[in-house]
């Protein structure tokens, strides 16, 4: 069993929609929880992180983490074109980061 | 500043042959990390290293090496290519301190593509 699983997709939604991301994991070593974008052909780049378990919002991004359920999710409201990338979790416990598999997203115009 | 650096962009080899995959950071980094990408596998974490003369293996170290003798340069080779190591590999680097504390965001490279035949 991989460490973090996380839907490969695709998924494709009309602009305007709210996205969900979702990764489960096993590791309960795991402190860090973020979650990557990654246009085509480039190197991911950070989008956000979160610490603890809770709610974390940025713009029209909100993460959630939920370490009982070992569950971690990505929110998008009013999805924009420019979103569409392929988004990875990753999970950090001491000096390794673990990713998921990544979602592809593609947003409709 | 350009952040960190990976050559070549492109690769194909033939099964046997051996090659360095180059990566470079200016931003003074000590955490150095190589990962590759696969279709449906996401990134996996091949080696890493927290400083100068410090390395440790990922999830995936099987058939690669690496030395870090410089801050700033963390080589990746492949000592007798297959093809199961066909990817696309990403160099990272991240201002995490040796104590292991911080988020340790990581800064990608923009891959190297590798095609073995």
């Known amino acids: 069993q991989k460490e973090v699983e996380q839907d490969p997709g695709p998924l494709s939604v009309p602009e305007g929609a709210i996205v969900s991301l979702n990764c489960t994991y096993s590791?309960?070593?795991?402190?860090?929880f973020m979650w990557y974008r990654q246009y085509s052909r480039k190197g991911p780049e950070l989008l956000m992180y979160?610490?603890?378990?809770g709610n974390k919002e940025d713009g029209r991004f909100t993460a959630q983490v939920d370490k009982s359920s070992k569950y971690i999710s990505l929110f998008i409201r009013d999805s924009q074109p420019s979103d569409s990338a392929t988004y990875l979790c990753a999970m950090r416990g001491g000096f390794k980061t673990i990713f998921g598999a990544g979602t592809r997203l593609f947003v409709k115009a | 500043n350009a952040g960190v650096t990976q050559t070549p962009k492109f690769q194909v080899l033939k099964t046997g042959q051996s090659m360095t995959l180059q990566c470079a950071q200016d931003?003074?980094?000590?955490?150095m990390s190589w990962y590759r990408q696969d279709p449906g596998m996401g990134l996996r974490l091949i080696h890493y290293s927290v400083g100068a003369g410090i390395t440790d293996q990922g999830e995936v170290p099987n058939g690669y090496n690496v030395s870090r003798s410089t801050t700033e340069d963390f080589p990746l080779r492949l000592l007798s290519a297959a093809p199961s190591q066909t990817s696309v590999y990403f160099c990272?680097?991240?201002?995490?301190?040796?104590?292991?504390?911080?988020?340790?965001?990581?800064?990608f490279g923009e891959g190297s593509r590798l095609t073995v035949l």
């Open positions: 931003m003074n980094h000590e955490y």
């Open positions: 590791n309960s070593a795991f402190q860090y």
């Open positions: 979160t610490y603890s378990s």
């Open positions: 990272a680097s991240s201002r995490e301190t040796s104590g292991g504390a911080g988020t340790g965001e990581l800064f």
